[in-house]
Structure formats: structure tokens, C-alpha cells
């Protein structure tokens, strides 16, 4: 991995103490030789002063502000606090910018740049209403009329160039294993109508005999062949004709099945959100995350879907084709 040398690694302060600063400087921890380094906490309670909340520690506290900027000389300052209007020096912090040229940003919009995702936890305690005031684009209604003509025109070129690979793969699951080649399955897509996914057959015919269960790495129910075409992603080329269909398009939040939407609603935050856009056969999810089977790993893919619904558009979608292919040839995913 690329480590930016020291001159130009920027040096974060972060106002707060709470889950929300913690979080922030987690990520960029997560994140080392990326561009920043966190220098410490600034909080309101002097008896945390030296405290270590992860491993950078609290360095002191907001009156001391002015002063701690003079001496730890941030390039950039993180505001992570839960009242803005109250508890944020905003004088202060102004000077700060104009004066001496420091960077400061909100903690979830910083949150948002540096990871590709929006927390679903600082969506639920205080800024629901971001994702309503996020800035549309003038082309928006444009681009959601070309994204059908694009869909459409996708489809027929995906399943004329996989039809050759298509028709070896039917051979192979027919060959290996009693069924049918292909299946179909309940899920759920725009504003929570339920369609029927078409793919191709990995699993034996008896996987799910004793009710849904989520698949996971090395499932002992997926066929040789089945593994095969799932690694390569094969099994889901059979969604071009769901594509064509208007049920799914090209790219988009991955549809879920119902018995799982209902689990997964109570228990991730604004989970139905990601109906509010067609399901798709690649997402920014799929590009950012590795492939998952438990509730953690859908809240964390969600998070990375819902700052695809916020700023979709047709750059973020080239991005997004260009890191599928990525993914399928080398298996590199973008959050790793």
C-alpha cells in the first residue's frame, strides 16, 4: 500500500470525547498512510485530560483550544460534537479557518469523504436529516431517464457476451448435480415490491430444506461447480434478463430476501431506505466490502448503501463498473 510521506500526512484534532470521536478516529487509525494522523481529543470535562479513549488520548480542553492549536499545529479540525450551536466554539473555530488557513469539518460529512459510507449511527442520533437536504443535482431527472436507457442497452450487451459462458455453465450444474439449472427466488426490490431473482443453480437442490439461511464462505451446501461460478460471479449473469425486465438495474443496492428485510429492519438503522432505488446486479457495497453473512456485515454494507442513494450519479457509477471489474478479476475490494 502507497504511505504518503510525513510532510504530507495532515494532522487531525478532533473536538468531542463521545462514540461519534471515537468512531472518526477508529477509521482513520484503519486507514494509516492515508493522508491523516489523529493527534488527540479536545473535550469538555477537564478530569478526562490525558485520558486515552482508543490510543490517541484526550489533550485538553475546549477554552484551552486557542492554545492547543498553537502548540500541536492541526492542518485540520474535526468537530464531533452532538450540539453544534452549544458546545462548538464557532468564533473560535472561524478565526481558526480565516486566520490561520485550518481546515474544519463537520464529523459525519468528514466521516462520509473518508470512508464512502454514511454511519447509520450518527444518521439515528443526531443528523436524520442529511440525507433530506442533500444537495440534487439540476440533472437528476435526467439521469434516472438515461439510467433506463442504459439498463436496457447493458442488459442485451451482458447477455450477448455471456452467452456462450452462460451455456457452458448450464452444462456443467446439469452434469454435476440433480435439479434445475437455474432458480428463482423471492426478493425484495424499489419502494419493498417483491420480484423473482433469476440465477444460476450453486447450491443442491435440498440447501434450504430446513427454512432461509444466509450463505457463507465455504458453505458446505454450495456444488463444485457452484463455488466455482459464484468466485466468478457467474451465477448472477442470469439478472441481465431481470435487468431488461425493469426489476433490477445494473447497479444498485444488492435486493435482499424478505424473511431477512424483515429481520434486518429492526435491527440496522434506516434499512429501508435502500428501496428508495432499484436493486442492482453490482452496487458500491459490492465494490467496498467483501462479501458477508451476518447482521454486521449487512449494517456495515448498508452504510456503504446509503451513500450511494445520496450521491449517485453517472461518475460514481463509472467508479463503481470499473471496481466491479476489479473485483471479479483480482478480488481487491476499495475499503481494504
Keep these: 500500500m502507497f504511505h504518503f510521506p510525513s510532510r504530507l500526512v495532515?494532522?487531525?484534532?478532533?473536538?468531542?470525547?463521545?462514540?461519534?470521536?471515537?468512531?472518526?478516529?477508529?477509521?482513520?487509525?484503519?486507514?494509516?498512510?492515508?493522508g491523516y494522523e489523529v493527534i488527540g481529543f479536545v473535550g469538555h470535562d477537564q478530569a478526562l485530560v490525558g485520558q486515552s479513549l482508543i490510543n490517541p488520548r484526550v489533550i485538553g480542553v475546549m477554552d484551552e483550544l486557542e492554545e492547543l492549536v498553537r502548540r500541536r499545529r492541526p492542518d485540520r479540525i474535526v468537530v464531533a460534537l452532538s450540539d453544534l450551536q452549544d458546545e462548538a466554539p464557532l468564533t473560535l473555530l472561524l478565526r481558526l479557518k480565516v486566520r490561520d488557513e485550518i481546515r474544519v469539518d463537520e464529523a459525519s460529512r468528514f466521516f462520509e469523504r473518508l470512508t464512502g459510507k454514511i454511519s447509520t449511527e450518527h444518521l439515528q442520533s443526531w443528523r436524520p436529516w442529511r440525507l433530506v437536504f442533500a444537495e440534487t443535482s439540476r440533472w437528476a431527472r435526467l439521469y434516472r431517464r438515461l439510467r433506463r436507457v442504459f439498463d436496457v442497452v447493458s442488459s442485451l450487451i451482458g447477455m450477448a457476451l455471456s452467452f456462450p459462458l452462460m451455456v457452458l455453465t448450464a452444462v456443467a450444474i446439469r452434469i454435476e448435480s440433480p435439479g434445475p439449472v437455474f432458480y428463482t427466488q423471492e426478493r425484495v426490490g424499489l419502494y419493498g415490491r417483491k420480484f423473482r431473482i433469476f440465477k444460476f443453480r450453486s447450491m443442491r437442490v435440498d440447501a434450504e430444506?430446513?427454512?432461509?439461511?444466509?450463505?457463507?464462505?465455504?458453505?458446505?451446501?454450495?456444488?463444485?461447480?457452484?463455488?466455482?461460478?459464484?468466485?466468478?460471479?457467474?451465477?448472477?449473469?442470469?439478472?441481465?434478463?431481470?435487468?431488461?425486465?425493469?426489476?433490477?438495474?445494473?447497479?444498485?443496492?444488492?435486493?435482499?430476501?424478505?424473511?431477512?428485510?424483515?429481520?434486518?429492519?429492526?435491527?440496522?438503522?434506516?434499512?429501508?431506505?435502500?428501496h428508495l432505488v432499484k436493486p442492482g446486479l453490482t452496487g458500491w457495497a459490492q465494490v467496498s466490502y467483501p462479501y458477508g453473512a451476518s447482521f454486521e456485515d449487512a449494517r456495515e454494507k448498508h452504510q456503504y448503501d446509503l451513500y450511494y442513494i445520496k450521491n449517485q450519479s453517472p461518475l460514481l457509477d463509472a467508479i463503481i463498473l470499473l471496481d466491479t471489474a476489479r473485483v471479479v478479476l483480482f478480488g481487491h475490494y476499495r475499503g481494504e
Excluded at 26 to 32: K, Q, W, Y
Design 209 to 274: 430444506a430446513h427454512g432461509p439461511v444466509w450463505a457463507c464462505e465455504n458453505d458446505p451446501r454450495v456444488t463444485r461447480v457452484g463455488r466455482v461460478i459464484r468466485k466468478l460471479h457467474i451465477d448472477e449473469t442470469p439478472q441481465f434478463f431481470n435487468i431488461l425486465r425493469g426489476e433490477m438495474s445494473l447497479i444498485g443496492p444488492r435486493p435482499e430476501r424478505p424473511e431477512f428485510v424483515e429481520r434486518l429492519k429492526e435491527r440496522v438503522p434506516y434499512y429501508t431506505e435502500r
Design 10 to 34: 495532515e494532522r487531525v484534532l478532533i473536538l468531542g470525547t463521545d462514540l461519534q470521536a471515537v468512531a472518526v478516529a477508529r477509521e482513520i487509525m484503519r486507514r494509516r498512510g492515508r
